[in-house]
């Protein structure tokens, strides 16, 4: 065998030594917890079920919006948790007969108010069996109570389910009227501060007529407004200056230079020639002359002196157009090419756009200032303003808002009335006849299973204080620390076999004993036998 098997077994054969003492221990803790579990009293319990039904009921579709919805369910639960507590528990213990009709001691009256709350079990769930349906398909309550007296238990959840479904409709009805009452006095309070800011709010604009916001924003943003008007115009005009300084210098300078170029095949002016043309004729004549003459001829010196000149008038002119000598263009003629017509026709056009804009810029600097000079008034003014058709907004809102639920609460009280709310009694108040606490067979045999646990715990106890070496060689090689070479057997084998057998016999004899002690005990509580502490007694209790 593995050694775990041998330890076992050695332990098993050191403790069985004591197998007597186990058998005494096991069969007084059985007899005593029997006993125990006879003296305990019987317990019954009653039941009823109700169902609400808050969400179907006809009148549901016809008031939905226009009534007001109280949360019935919200109202069930505080009545629930009243009746487990407090001065509810208290009257429903009286009327119950759980408080006896003589004065007791405070103490006393409150252990039992509180062990009665702990018997007491009201649970909802959904009638479909689903609970997310429980807002469509209706809730059904349950109201449980355990009593050593049937006909009390059945008493008290009788009352119960009484007072769940009276005080419910009765505390729906109050807060109703104590809703309409608290909401009626706060509409004539809201009435009275309603006209006080209508009187406030008509004083004030006929005081301070033309410092009202307008449709465009208060002071201040009307400020804003025009600076940021008057800083965009700003931009558009140094984008338009400096669009119109480029258009000059192209105008001046490389626009002017092609144009006073490109003029050379346009028609002759009034002066009969523009100079390129008259500067072409003398080069031509120069050319011409110099074919059939020297360059110290009278003829070719003059023609010289006449290219020269015209040069000279040529870089005049282009210093003029460079300069923007309208009259230099006209006569050069540079003003009839079209790119320094386009060129002319854009710096027009800016001219103009720079003239509006300064015309914009100064009625919004103006409108800056007009402004800037009320900067002591007009944010009062605003201010005031402001706080008045605040304060007459919310009290507007406020008054409108509680009339409305006035209405509702009004016409929640006549749905009241008529049947909103339905409830229906699914399982009357009822016990059965066999008590429920406590499980005597299931309490015997929890005991005798602790006995037999609490005899072999005494016996290894014993063994373990008293411990003797055991017949195996392991465990003697183990105990000892050296090997073991041979064992030797006992002289007469077969009667020590016939010992062992008595001696098992004798403890199954004593474990039938106990099983059958506790197949009486089994039977005599189906019987109904009870102990209490003064005498036997015996109730018979029906199948």
Request: aromatic share 6%.
């Amino acid at each position: 065998m593995s050694p775990l098997v041998n330890q076992i077994w050695d332990e098993v054969a050191s403790a069985w030594r004591y197998r007597w003492y186990a058998l005494a221990v096991a069969a007084v803790i059985a007899l005593l917890g029997w006993v125990a579990i006879f003296a305990l009293q019987d317990r019954y319990e009653a039941a009823a079920s109700v169902f609400v039904d808050t969400r179907n009921t006809s009148l549901k579709p016809v008031l939905q919006g226009l009534a007001v919805e109280q949360d019935i369910d919200t109202e069930l639960n505080f009545v629930r948790q009243s009746l487990l507590a407090g001065p509810e528990l208290l009257r429903v213990a009286r009327e119950g007969g759980v408080l006896p009709a003589t004065a007791i001691d405070p103490r006393r009256q409150e252990q039992l108010v509180a062990g009665m709350s702990s018997r007491i079990a009201i649970t909802v769930h959904s009638a479909s069996g689903h609970e997310e349906d429980r807002n469509t398909a209706g809730s059904i309550y349950r109201v449980v109570y355990q009593d050593e007296n049937r006909d009390r238990a059945v008493r008290v959840v009788g009352i119960l389910v009484d007072t769940l479904v009276n005080q419910t409709l009765t505390g729906k009805r109050e807060d109703s009227q104590s809703a309409q009452q608290f909401l009626e006095s706060q509409i004539r309070d809201y009435e009275s501060r309603l006209r006080t800011a209508e009187d406030r709010l008509a004083a004030f604009k006929s005081k301070h007529i033309g410092l009202m916001p307008t449709e465009q924003g208060g002071y201040f943003s009307q400020l804003q407004a025009e600076s940021a008007a008057s800083a965009n115009v700003k931009t558009k005009l140094a984008e338009a200056q400096s669009r119109r300084a480029t258009l000059l210098r192209q105008l001046h300078g490389d626009v002017a230079v092609a144009a006073l170029g490109s003029s050379a095949g346009a028609t002759p002016g009034a002066n009969g020639s523009d100079t390129i043309t008259r500067i072409n004729e003398a080069q031509a004549k120069l050319d011409d002359l110099l074919l059939r003459f020297t360059d110290n001829h009278p003829d070719v010196i003059a023609a010289r002196q006449t290219l020269a000149d015209l040069k000279k008038r040529r870089e005049s002119e282009l210093e003029s157009l460079r300069q923007g000598d309208a009259l230099a263009a006209a006569t050069s003629r540079a003003s009839s090419n079209p790119v320094y017509q386009s060129v002319q026709l854009a710096l027009n056009q800016v001219d103009v756009d720079m003239a509006d804009l300064n015309t914009e810029l100064a009625q919004h600097e103006a409108k800056i200032t007009e402004l800037r000079k009320m900067l002591d008034t007009a944010p009062q003014v605003e201010a005031e303003y402001a706080q008045l058709n605040r304060d007459y907004d919310v009290n507007k809102a406020q008054y409108t808002a509680l009339l409305a639920s006035l209405q509702k609460a009004r016409l929640g009280e006549h749905a009241d009335d008529a049947g909103s709310i339905r409830f229906e009694v699914v399982q009357p108040p009822s016990a059965g006849l066999r008590p429920v606490w406590p499980l005597r067979k299931l309490l015997m045999a929890v005991v005798l299973l602790g006995a037999v646990a609490a005899g072999a715990g005494v016996a290894y106890g014993l063994s373990y204080l008293h411990p003797v070496v055991s017949q195996s060689a392991t465990g003697l090689s183990q105990l000892l620390g050296v090997p073991v070479l041979g064992v030797v057997s006992v002289a007469f084998p077969e009667r020590q076999k016939q010992i062992a057998r008595r001696a098992v016999a004798r403890v199954a004899l004593a474990a039938c004993c106990l099983i059958a002690a506790f197949g009486v005990a089994v039977t005599l509580s189906q019987k109904g036998y009870r102990i209490n502490l003064h005498s036997v007694s015996h109730s018979a209790v029906a199948p």
